[in-house]
């Protein structure tokens, strides 16, 4: 069986010619898109199924005035311009879906209720920071520019957004309208030899 | 700034429609190709550009050789058969190469070192994570179907394709051409009202 391959201008729209953007237009990005980004973003696959990432979009003021202080000061600006900001979150009682998102495997979610939130923090987070990735790239294939930022609160940003202790968040995205400064210069990746080896 | 958006077609050969595959046609994968996801999915972004995702593609007989008894036995088989297997590490040594990867932080590579290997593995877990998602979509773009394992001995793994202590194995990933019962009945998606809230 053949499958399709990406063309080019995708390959540019998500990967070779996208960027992080670090300031942006007021030019609004609509809930509408927000949920279109999600739909698009949950498909690719996760370790049986478990779907642990959840997103809280900070798109109003009131939102904003609640997590602005809660990033590092050089970060705020940043976010401040941008018309939503994602707050990804890994969902540590990802196992209470199981019985439906798995039901192939009989027991599981016992299995996995006896590990209690710490046994299944490295499956939320691992597959949580799989679907970070691919939430990136669904939100540059609905065209916005994306800036993921690791630089903030991380303990505060749970306790204000996912109250209850049952979520950790992972990272915080800007999302809009790149403005014409956006862009610094791209940084150098790696030489495939110091990453690539052939066994 | 107007950036462009992914077509129908990108939508669906790296989302709506590409699934993960478990068996595989006898069609090889040559290294040219395995060379070029990699250069596709070395782009996007990683926190201050640290990018500890290391890629050992095993696809000589001595090579499954090594890997096979190291995966649960109910993953043999379709590993057996893919042409190519992907064993995606994070490198706790990341920070070795921040001085060329990240020059606009003085200081930098200094305060990762004073961390230790331990203190650096959330953040390479974490960003090796991102990039296996980003991973998975570059294979998806070439054409390649992916099947994705976190059925393996890790630690087991891990000492025999990446020797020295410096690198930790996250996935275990098929790629190949699929075989005509490659695919399982999809699994279903969360409901959106599970995973996204507004503030």
Redesign the interface.
């Known amino acids: 069986?053949?499958?399709?391959?990406?063309?080019a201008?995708?390959?540019?729209?998500?990967?070779?010619e996208?960027r992080?953007a670090n300031t942006f237009?007021d030019e609004p990005v609509t809930?509408e898109t927000?949920?279109s980004v999600?739909?698009?973003?949950?498909?690719?696959?996760t370790?049986?199924?478990t779907?642990p990432?959840?997103?809280?979009?900070?798109?109003?003021g009131?939102?904003k005035d609640?997590?602005l202080p809660l990033l590092a000061e050089g970060n705020r600006p940043k976010s401040e311009a941008a018309p939503a900001v994602a707050l990804l979150a890994a969902d540590l009682d990802f196992h209470e879906?199981v019985p439906?998102?798995?039901p192939?495997k009989p027991g599981f979610r016992e299995s996995l209720e006896e590990q209690g939130r710490d046994g299944r923090a490295g499956m939320a987070?691992?597959n949580g920071?799989?679907?970070?990735?691919?939430f990136?790239?669904?939100a540059?294939?609905?065209?916005?520019?994306?800036g993921?930022m690791?630089g903030f609160d991380a303990d505060a940003v749970t306790r204000e957004?996912f109250p209850g202790g049952r979520h950790t968040v992972?990272l915080v995205v800007n999302l809009g309208?790149?403005?014409?400064d956006?862009w610094q210069q791209r940084?150098?990746?790696?030489d495939?030899a110091?990453?690539?080896?052939?066994?």
Chains 1, 2 share one sequence.
């Open positions: 069986m053949r499958l399709p391959r990406l063309d201008a995708g390959r540019a729209a998500l990967f070779t996208a992080t237009t809930d927000l949920r999600w739909e698009l973003a949950q498909w690719p696959p370790a049986a199924n779907q990432l959840r997103v809280t979009y900070v798109r109003t009131e939102g609640r997590l879906h439906v998102t798995f192939i987070r691992f920071s799989l679907q970070a990735g691919y990136l790239l669904a540059r294939a609905h065209g916005l520019a994306t993921p690791a957004f992972l309208h790149p403005a014409g956006a940084l150098p990746r790696l495939s110091e990453v690539l080896s052939f066994a």
